[in-house]
C-alpha cells in the first residue's frame, strides 16, 4: 500500500532556532516528491519539488532532502520566524497513469515561539 | 499567489440545503481538482478534471458531483447536504500530470448542522 508517514506529528521551537521534519514514503514507482506548507485555514503552497535525480533542494531558508534509496525525505528549516508557524505536508506522487497520483501525509504542526 | 479563487471561503448550512462550491483559475490550467480535508488528516482526492467536459471521480468516495464546462470554471455541487459532509474542500489545478506543480485555492470549510 502506497504511504506518506511525516514525523513529528507536531512540534514547538523557538524563534530563530532550527528544526527538521521528516518524511518517509512506500510509493512505487516513485515520480516526485514536495513539500508544502500550509497555514491554518488556506490551502497548502509549494515549497520545493525533487525528482528522483535530486537529492537536496533550497528555497530561501528552507532545505529539503532525498534519499530514494531509503524513501526517506526531509525538511529543515533555519532561523526560524513566527511567520513559519503552520502545517509541513510531504506529498509524493507516482507515475503509474497518465494523470499520475498524489499521496498525502497528514502533516507536520510547527509552532513558533516568539 | 497563484491565481486559482474559491468562494465562499465560509458557509454554514442546514441539513437537507443543496449547496455549489464555486472554483475558478485564470492559469488557463487544463487538469483541475477537488481535495476534501479534515483537520489534521490528509487530503483527498474527490474529483478531478482532465479539462472541458471531462470529470472523474477520485480516491475518496463522495457524494458530490462535479462539473467542467468551460476551462477555468470547476464547480462542486452537493444535492443534500448532511452533517457528514461538514469538511474543507480545497480546489486546485496544474499545467499537466504529477510532474507539474499543483497550485491550491484557499479552500471552502463547509459546515452542515
Known amino acids: 500500500k502506497n504511504q506518506v508517514e511525516q514525523s513529528p506529528q507536531s512540534l514547538i521551537i523557538l524563534e530563530g532556532k532550527n528544526c527538521t521534519l521528516q518524511c518517509n514514503y512506500t510509493v512505487s514507482p516513485f515520480s516526485n516528491l514536495r513539500w508544502y506548507k500550509q497555514d491554518t485555514g488556506r490551502g497548502p503552497v509549494s515549497l520545493t519539488i525533487?525528482?528522483?535525480?535530486?537529492n537536496t533542494k533550497s528555497n530561501g531558508r528552507y532545505t529539503a532532502t532525498l534519499d530514494a534509496d531509503t524513501k526517506q525525505s526531509s525538511l529543515h528549516i533555519t532561523a526560524s520566524q513566527l511567520s513559519d508557524s503552520a502545517s509541513y505536508i510531504c506529498?509524493?506522487?507516482?507515475?503509474?497513469?497518465?494523470?499520475?497520483?498524489?499521496?498525502f501525509g497528514r502533516g507536520t504542526q510547527l509552532t513558533v515561539w516568539p | 499567489e497563484a491565481d486559482i479563487y474559491q468562494t465562499p471561503r465560509y458557509l454554514v448550512i442546514g441539513t437537507g440545503k443543496k449547496i455549489t462550491l464555486e472554483c475558478s483559475q485564470t492559469?488557463?490550467?487544463?487538469?483541475m481538482y477537488w481535495y476534501q480535508q479534515d483537520p489534521g488528516m490528509e487530503l483527498h482526492l474527490i474529483h478531478y478534471s482532465y479539462g472541458v467536459n471531462s470529470t472523474e471521480k477520485g480516491d475518496l468516495s463522495s457524494e458530490s458531483t462535479v462539473s467542467r464546462i468551460r476551462t477555468e470554471h470547476f464547480p462542486l455541487t452537493l444535492e443534500s447536504a448532511r452533517p457528514s459532509h461538514t469538511s474543507q474542500y480545497l480546489c486546485?489545478?496544474?499545467?499537466?500530470?504529477?510532474?507539474?506543480?499543483?497550485?491550491f485555492g484557499p479552500g471552502t470549510r463547509l459546515t452542515v448542522t
Open positions: 486546485a489545478s496544474s499545467a499537466g500530470g504529477v510532474s507539474y506543480e499543483q497550485y
Open positions: 525533487m525528482t528522483f535525480s535530486e
Open positions: 506529498v509524493v506522487s507516482d507515475r503509474g497513469s497518465t494523470l499520475g497520483r498524489l499521496y
Open positions: 492559469m488557463g490550467h487544463d487538469k
